[in-house]
């Protein structure tokens, strides 16, 4: 049995505000806490639009002593099947040391305005990286001759992340970046303790 804490409340409200499989997500991430408290916690729900469908997911990442769960659940639905959907659930407990890297990056508007301590961020992103997976995008390298054929191979960037996560004001609500700021800021802090030992 949980002990009621602020955070646990907060997570829970959230979780059921994201309004996404609420008591699926709850018991997936309940499960994964196996009755620790959270300590700082951040939910995600996002809807991708393609051609002709939707996919929502949802990710929760819950900080908890020495560990960090991740929760992702999406739905698919089945085709030729106009009721059936599949949820997929995935869920991994890191422990802080076996991070290699929180990154965070921050936005402001109007910057040349920028006060100390009272100016927000309108925009957050932060990636969290443990498995050294590596992100690549990539694109056909090209020269300023438009006559040229010749192949000039690839360029690109290589960046390495788990997860990458970007909460913007406009999109998200100035709420949403205070808690990403909240839930990155706790991460790191905790990151650096861990590794301190």
């Not at 959230?14 to 997500?25: C, E, S, T």
């Not at 002593?65 to 997929?88: C, K, N, R």
């Amino acid at each position: 049995m949980y002990a009621t804490t602020p955070e646990r409340e907060q997570l829970v409200a959230d979780i059921k505000h994201a309004g996404f499989y609420p008591d699926l997500v709850l018991e997936v991430v309940d499960d994964a806490l196996a009755g620790m408290n959270p300590d700082a916690h951040f939910v995600q729900h996002e809807t991708h639009f393609s051609r002709d469908d939707f996919h929502r997911h949802i990710t929760v990442m819950v900080l908890c002593g020495e560990h960090v769960i991740f929760a992702h659940l999406d739905d698919q639905h089945l085709e030729g099947d106009a009721q059936g959907t599949v949820a997929h659930v995935s869920v991994e407990a890191v422990h802080l040391s076996a991070l290699n890297a929180v990154t965070i990056s921050y936005g402001f508007s109007q910057p040349q305005a920028y006060n100390a301590g009272s100016t927000a961020p309108t925009e957050i992103s932060f990636q969290i990286a443990w498995t050294g997976s590596l992100h690549m995008e990539l694109a056909p390298a090209g020269c300023q001759d438009p006559q040229c054929n010749a192949d000039h191979g690839f360029t690109g960037d290589a960046r390495r992340e788990d997860i990458a996560v970007r909460v913007s004001a406009t999109a998200d609500g100035p709420e949403s970046v205070q808690r990403a700021q909240h839930f990155a800021r706790a991460l790191h802090r905790a990151r650096m303790y861990a590794t301190r030992r």
